[in-house]
């Protein structure tokens, strides 16, 4: 397993969280906003923004403390580098189907070799083999 973050949070399974976490996220759009109009003489009204982001954040602490989530460390990784986290889901769901035909392959030459072997062990040693199968429940071959 891939390694993974830890996050604890009683009060956003009891839905506390989430209004706070919403209301940062806004805050931070509103941020963007005004970062991205930025003129002088704006200094009081980014001031203000940011407070009131900071502010946001601080509810967010308040109300989501007690739930563990974990979260894998790539996702956080992407996310910080603005990747998006629908396209991580959809990279690690091909990862685990890649991951899934290459055990399917290694079971199938698994069960072609254990074939092979009991074939030839048949050959080599009739009676044991006669002796194995029963034991196993195959049929004569």
């Not at 906003?33 to 601080?58: H, P, Y």
């Not at 460390?73 to 035909?101: I, M, S, W, Y």
């Amino acid at each position: 397993f891939p390694p993974s973050f830890s996050w604890r949070s009683d009060a956003m399974s009891q839905g506390g969280g989430e209004p706070a976490v919403r209301d940062a996220l806004a805050k931070i759009h509103d941020l963007e906003c005004v970062i991205k109009d930025f003129k002088d003489g704006d200094e009081t009204f980014l001031t203000e923004n940011i407070n009131r982001f900071i502010a946001s954040l601080s509810q967010v602490r308040d109300n989501v403390g007690k739930e563990e989530a974990e979260l894998p460390l790539e996702l956080l990784r992407r996310l910080d580098a603005g990747g998006n986290p629908d396209k991580f889901v959809v990279d690690a769901f091909h990862t685990c189907v890649v991951e899934n035909q290459r055990v399917k392959g290694k079971t199938v030459k698994l069960t072609q070799f254990r074939d092979a072997l009991l074939r030839e062990a048949s050959e080599a040693f009739p009676a044991e083999a006669r002796l194995y199968k029963k034991l196993k429940g195959h049929a004569e071959s």
